[in-house]
Every structure is written in C-alpha cells, then in structure tokens.
C-alpha cells in the first residue's frame, strides 16, 4: 500500500546506482524532491528522460550525481542549451546513451508489458543504430518482409514525479498526462511528490476516475507546495521563466553553477 | 524591425502555401513561425471553404487534443493520422539527413545540441516534413552531417514520411525524393541565387531562372496581423507582441 | 473531421466484408446500432471481438451476417452459453480463429504503433499456438535468450461503440474504457453512437479531457438513445437481464432466433 | 438449502486459507464464490492487523481501481502486480493443462465453450493460480484434456505463474510444480477419499491418510455471514441474498 511520508523519507528511497526515470519539462517534474536528493547526496543515477528533460537532468549532471544518462534530448527551451549536460559531454562526465522519443515509450511499454523488448516504426537509417548497441535491426517475423528496429526493456528502478494532488488512499491525478501512467508501470517503484493530499477518493466518478493513477502503482507519497518550481506544473502555475534564464545564465560556468545550486538547496531547506 | 517582420511573413506565408492540402499539421513547441504559417492556412481555408485543417501543438493546452500522454503524436503519426511536422537541425546535408545531436566524433561531440528529440522516428512516418531552419549558412548546410539523427531515404525499407520542403531566412527548396536531394525554388527578397550559393555547403539543382519568394498579398497580411498574431498569443504571447509592435 | 448523422447513415457506413471490431459487453456495446447494420442486410463480417462478446456476436453470428469470428470467448455469462455461437462452430458456419485476450489487445497496439507484429508474455504451451499459424513462437532478438509469442498487428476496417456522449466537435467520452480508444486507434474507421450529443466542448478542462476519445478517431457519430439497451452502458443503465435471458431461451432453435430477431428489429424501428 | 450454503461456505473459508500472504488478487467476472473468499482474508488481517489484501473483481465498479481499460489486468499480472487468480475449465487434466474450447476435434467440437480469455497468458503469470471447478466428475477431471487452452508446466521457458491448487465440490488438490501433478489436500465433508478417486479422470498423489477439509470455525462463519455477505451484494446481489436467506 502507498505510503504518505516526509519530503526527506522519500527522497530516502532512491539509492546510489539506482535507475531513476523522470518526466518532461511541465508534465510534472519534482523539482524540490531533486533538491532533496541532491540534499541527501544521491550520486550514480542511471537517468532514464521520458522522453527528454531539461533543468532537473542539469541539475543532477552538474552536481555530479548521473553515472549514465539515456534521453532523446537535454535543452533548456526557450532559455536555450543546457550548460551542465553540455560541458558534461565534454568531459565525458558520463556515460551518453542518445535514444529517440518513441523509442524510450517503446522501452517503458515492453516493461509495462512483461516482455524482452518492443518493436518500433521509423528509426532505420539513423546513427543511433550505430551508437546504441542494444537496438537491434531484425527481420519482421510475421507479415510483409520487412526490416523492424527492436528496443530494449526499460524497467527503471525508481520513478519520480510531481502531480497536483493524492487522496490519503495513494491514487494521484493525472489528467490526460498518461506519459506519468506509463512511468509508473514500467518501473518497480514510484515516488511522487504532490501540491497536496484531498480527503474525497480521487477513484470515485467516472470523469475524476479517467485521470488517476490507482495507488497500485504509487510506492511513496510527500507533499511539495509548488514542488514544480520554477518548472511549469500543467496549468496549476506557469514556469518561472525569469529563474530558468538565471539558472542558463550562471550555470555556464562551474562556479556558477555552485553558486546557483547552493541557493537552490537554501531555498527548498527554507520553503520546508 | 520592419525587415525583420516583413522576413518574418514572408516565411509564414510560404510555410501556409507549403501546407495547402494537408488535414492535421502537428508543430513542435517554441516554434511560433511554424505554428502562424499553419493557422494562417486554417484560418484561409475556413474563409475560403476549404477542408478544415487540425493543429497541434506540443506542449500547448490550447492547441492540443491529444488525451493519451506523450506517445500520442507519435502513435498518431504511425497511424497516418499526421500529415504534415517541421524538423530543423543543427546540421542539414544535401541528402536531407539532419544532424540534431552534435559535430565532431560522438559521443564526445565538439559541438553537443540537445539530442534528436522524435525526429529518427517522425521522418519516416509523416508525408510532408518541412526542414524549416532560419540560419541559412555552411555550418548548417553541409555536404554529409557528421550525425545522422534522422536519415531523409532509406530505399531499404518502404517508408511514407520524408523531407518535402527545406525553408531558411534566404530560400526556399524543394526536396527531390527521386533525385535525393534538393532544387532551389525560390529566393527571398532581397537574396540572390549567387547568395544562396555561398552560403550552402551542399550541391543542389538550380534551376536558369530564379523565382523570387512572392511577398504575401494584402489579403494574407491583414488576416496575419489580425486574427493570426491574436491566435498565436494564446502559445506564443511574446512573438505574437512583437509582431504586432512591429505592425 | 467527425459526420454527426442519422443510425441509418452510420449504418451504411459498414460494408459487406469489411473486418468490425467491438468492445465486451458493458464497455460500450452498439446494440441498436447492430440492429440498423442487420436491417441494412450487413453480411460476411470478419468480427473482431475486443476482447470477448456476447449477444452481439450471437445476433450477428445467427443472423448469418459473420464469415469469420476472431474472439478470446463467446458468452451471455450469467445467461449462459451463446447458442448461436455454439450451433454455428457445430456448422462451421464461420471461420474461427480462437485467440487469448491480450493477444487481441496485443494485435491492436501493434497497428496503434504501425508495427506489423507485437510480442506478448505468456502463452507458450497453448494449443491456440497450433490452430492460429499466424502466430509465432521467436528467440527474443534482444536480451535474455528466451522463447517469445509474437502476434500480427490487427487493423480493423471498423470499430463500433456505444458511449453516453460527445460533443458537437465529435469528441466521444469514454471515461476510464480506454478500451474503446484502443480500439479506435488501430481501426481505418471508427462509429460511435451516444445516448447524447452535448454542447460544450469535452476537452475544456483537465479531469473531463482525460476521459475523452478526441475527434481525431471518431468518423461518424449517430444518437442512439438507450443504444447499449438490452446490455449495460457503464453506470448509466444496467443490463435488462431478463431480456438476456429471454434471448438465451429463443436463440437455442433457430426457429426462436429468427423471432427474437425479428421482434428485435422491429423495437429498433419502434424506438427510432 | 443449508447442506448447499454450508458447502459453499467451506468453499469461501478454504479460497481465503489458499489465498493467505497475498497482496493483490484478480476475481473473474461471475465469481461470487472466489470472490467472498478474497472478501473474508481482506476483512480477517484487517482484523488481524496483518498486511492490507487489494481485490480486484472485472465487471465491478466498486472493486476497481483500474483505469486503463480492459488490457490493465493483463498488464498488470506481466509486471507482477497480481498474486492469485481463479481458472475454471470445461476440462481440467492431471498435468494442470485446462481446456475452455471444447472437446473433439477443433474447430468443430462436440461440446464448444466460450474460449480461452485471458488463461493462456495468466497461467504464465500469475504465481498462484487457484483451478476452481465446483462440478466434480470424470468428465471434467481428464487425464488429458483434448484442446490445451493453458499449460500448467512449459519448461522451456521461464515464468512465474501456474496452478497453485485445485478446488472442486468434493476436494481440495495441492499442485506440485516439481512433480507436475496434483496431490489430494483434503476431501469436503461428507466425501471420502473413495469418492474422489470414483470422480477423478487423472491420476494424482494420495497420502497414507487424507485429512477431512476443516469446517469455517464460529468466529469466521460470523464474519462470512455478516460484513462479508453484505460487501458481496453490490457486486453479486442474487447470490448474497440467497446466502443471507439460508442463514
């Protein structure tokens, strides 16, 4: 059953060497767990975007925590390039494993669904065959003879989101951001972090119902007030974009980048 | 500011013009020049009684209809229920491979960008990807990217999508999926074919005569700067003010 | 963009020898749309039950309306057997292809995805294995050397279901049965009756929208009120057991099938 | 009446006993026997204040949580999220295989059933399934069942599921995976060892002397007959009711 614990319980159960998947950029990123994390010194992350991250994966290569990080793109949006994934590569800080949107779904669905891998359409002719060597190109074996790219399970060990709100029985709303469903089944544990936790069951009414992931699937659950910020969270607050433009600003440089990381973690110890 | 504005709709204009026919036409997200040339197309076929047109766009409420998560667009796509996406690059070859990832050897590029996003993917399943990359320059247009995120023709596999169009800030190209690579169409005023030229690391079909880019008509402009740009704020409220500034 | 028309229109829609995929009972089913199909003299059906049937099927199949049947099971449930159902295997009026829930559902998230097959845990050992050459037992081509069932993407030519309502734009509510979207993504065309079209828009707000099939699957839509009607529509009406019950005692002879068809035909006209 | 409401509740009491130390349990549709039995383990560790018991019943509304649609179940079970399961059969063979198609030669079959649902995958799944028949009989109790719907044992490949036990009207069968058979738990009062072998088609282990199944002891008959009759009734009114009348 969910458990309903402290910010720093939960942050607790990732531990070093752990995979961890998160969501996209205003899907629903738990950004003042991060600071948690990265207050509790996790470190050796295998970082699975789905399907593609922004200022939480900065963040945690900056600081020095991902082992690996397999993405289909690391970038800041508007405020363009992510400093800390880009010096990284550089510095071969990590180990880069490039993928494609639908390709990391395609690794969560083959999890969700208890089998070794998952056929995907396109990709043929892309150097990501080349770089990725647990793709494979197969014949199809049924139908039209024709050549079907092939991915891999990807069964993270721990995933990590934020979501407006919990009913005390664990069931979190989604809406229609379902990406947040399909973390969830494909990893073994689930961590999420919400504005708040509602007395009424989220599961009662068909319409409420639709937009819920059933306690199931939620390990662990700790409220975060505005555990989004400055990232977008749907349309409960909008990004902070001015923090983000800060945040590409300073973190061009290693010192920068200290500096920001140091306010970011005084301002989580101070909001709690 | 003017220029920049008038650059600007042109652009619009052509990428309206290079969508006529399609039914849903899907824009990624900060792409607002994308996003006003495909509501100038809607907003001109409701005027005009054409088919509606459908636009999605990636990460905006407004303009999205998709209620199955992430994945949606791209199961969409592969059910052919997309018509149309506009993929960029950070390198693009006159093969119409694009390079999304970085230059030099891999993984520890010299330049890194931010990785290949869907596009391995979306350019084999959507019929009319435009290539749509304001720098028009030899670091971009070069002869072979040094990473192919997305290949353009893979005769190895039958494939519906693939490059239609390439659009810059000086040009507009056709892309010759027989010949495999790209015939100048047009020039934007005030460029030159000479300029087109220089700036254009890959080989390409020129035809004698050079078209110049047309200006949208009166009709065009004032629906652009009426109805489009207020569309546009709901997504893009900063471009939106500053074409209107600009008006 | 979606036809909002007459059950006549929608009817007509599905032609003779096309493949015509339908949800289980009380997920959705199209009963008095059934009855416009059979009055329209509909016939040589590849039926595609998602992932089971009952009076639907048994109406189609003893009506002479189904060339071949690919169905996880046949039955009224608390009824009983589907006479039709059995007397036609007995005939081999049809072509059976016996098949295993989520290999149907397996079969429609490969077109979902535009693969041509998709693979599925389980079943290895099952003689579905033997009588179905249309699918395959693999060597996984990625990870753990192990053996995998593997099963051709289903593509109906049409999808047919009940819901409670849409709107003007054409958008369907379907609450939590995403099994009705599943269907309507992997079908060439979708046909949707609804007790009700309503006029404001149901993707306007975030716990509606998660519940709602968008127009973008949805062909053609008709009202059909009371159109699930003798079987359930969610918690909108309950099933009318006692008619079930009545059709499962007629539908033993064909005598008593050809009744109770007629008499179900003629309350279609009655209602409409 | 009572000796038909005293079978069935040494039916439940046992389905509770076989589904002890389980988390999540999946009860077909039509199930009201298997699914009192899940109803009284969730209420006794409630009770007990041991570890909380999720069930889900398909078809009901009130003992759902999911919200994926019909595939969610099956998902679900793939990715370990369901401990025990009931499957029936039309035959049920000593090597565990179960048999819902029909008997003769397929596809014509002289006795055709509805088809296989979702066995042919869940047996694979699921760790303990539980074989529930409550017919006991020759007919039923093969020694090979003529179509294999579900395969109790495939070596060839790795799984986590398979039969667990098997429960009938007369008789409660552990199975052995290692041997690849059933072995007699216990025969129902007021059947005796003779009795199961007359009704028995397979072979199966008997010990030197078979143990009588236990009657529900005054406490649980309690529980059974108050709160979980009345949970029973929103998802299965006629039987509740009928249970209820004979107390």
């Known amino acids: 059953?969910?458990?309903?614990?402290?910010?720093?319980?939960?942050?607790?159960?990732?531990?070093p060497g752990q995979s961890l998947a998160i969501p996209v950029d205003g899907s629903g990123v738990a950004m003042t767990a991060t600071a948690a994390l990265l207050e509790a010194g996790v470190r050796d992350l295998k970082l699975i975007?789905?399907?593609?991250?922004?200022?939480?994966a900065d963040l945690l290569i900056g600081a020095g925590a991902v082992a690996s990080l397999e993405t289909s793109a690391v970038s800041l949006g508007e405020a363009g390039a992510a400093p800390r994934f880009t010096a990284g590569i550089k510095s071969r800080a990590f180990t880069m494993r490039d993928s494609t949107c639908p390709a990391i779904y395609a690794g969560l669905l083959a999890a969700q669904k208890g089998v070794p891998f998952m056929p995907i359409a396109g990709i043929i002719g892309s150097d990501l065959l080349n770089v990725r060597s647990d793709w494979q190109v197969i014949d199809s074996p049924i139908g039209e003879a024709r050549k079907v790219v092939v991915v891999p399970a990807i069964s993270p060990d721990v995933a990590l989101f934020h979501a407006p709100e919990a009913d005390r029985d664990g069931n979190v709303r989604i809406g229609r951001h379902r990406e947040l469903a399909d973390l969830a089944y494909a990893s073994k544990r689930t961590l999420v972090t919400v504005e708040r936790i509602i007395d009424r069951n989220l599961l009662d009414g068909e319409d409420s119902a639709a937009g819920v992931l059933p306690s199931?699937?939620?390990?662990?659950?700790?409220?975060?007030?505005?555990?989004?910020?400055?990232?977008?969270?749907?349309?409960?607050?909008p990004a902070d974009e001015a923090e983000i433009a800060r945040y590409a600003a300073m973190a061009r440089s290693e010192d920068g980048f200290r500096a920001y990381l140091s306010a970011f973690l005084t301002h989580r110890r101070q909001v709690a | 500011?003017?220029?920049?504005?008038?650059?600007?709709?042109?652009?619009?204009?052509?990428?309206?013009?290079?969508?006529?026919?399609?039914?849903?036409?899907?824009?990624?997200?900060s792409s607002p020049i994308p996003a006003a040339g495909a509501m100038l197309l809607r907003a001109r076929n409701e005027l005009r009684g054409k088919p509606p047109v459908r636009i999605s766009i990636l990460g905006s409420r407004a303009h999205s209809f998709f209620t199955n998560g992430g994945i949606e667009l791209f199961d969409c796509a592969a059910q052919g229920r997309v018509d149309a996406f506009f993929l960029g690059g950070g390198q693009i070859d006159g093969e119409g491979n694009i390079n999304l990832v970085g230059t030099g050897d891999y993984p520890a590029s010299q330049v890194r960008w931010p990785g290949s996003f869907g596009s391995a993917y979306l350019y084999h399943l959507v019929p009319r990807v435009i290539l749509f990359r304001e720098e028009h320059s030899p670091r971009v247009f070069v002869p072979k990217v040094d990473f192919v995120s997305a290949r353009a023709m893979t005769p190895e596999v039958p494939r519906r999508g693939g490059p239609h169009a390439l659009l810059t800030n000086m040009a507009l190209f056709d892309f010759d999926r027989e010949?495999?690579?790209?015939?100048?169409?047009?020039?934007?005023?005030?460029?030159?074919?000479?300029?087109i030229r220089e700036n254009t690391g890959f080989a390409y079909q020129e035809p004698d005569v050079v078209r110049e880019t047309p200006r949208p008509d009166a009709a065009t402009l004032a629906l652009l700067r009426g109805r489009i740009f207020d569309e546009l704020a709901e997504t893009y409220p900063a471009f939106a003010r500053t074409m209107k500034q600009a008006a």
Chains 1, 3 share one sequence.
């Open chain 1, 1 to 15: 059953m969910t458990e309903i614990v402290t910010l720093e319980s939960l942050a607790a159960r990732v531990t």
């Open chain 1, 49 to 56: 975007c789905v399907p593609i991250s922004g200022l939480q």
């Open chain 1, 216 to 237: 199931l699937y939620v390990d662990t659950i700790a409220v975060a007030e505005r555990g989004a910020w400055p990232l977008a969270l749907w349309d409960e607050y």
């Open chain 2, 1 to 29: 500011m003017s220029a920049e504005r008038e650059r600007r709709e042109i652009l619009i204009a052509t990428i309206a013009d290079l969508l006529d026919g399609i039914r849903h036409v899907a824009v990624g997200a």
């Open chain 2, 179 to 195: 010949a495999g690579g790209f015939a100048l169409r047009s020039v934007h005023p005030p460029f030159t074919p000479a300029d």
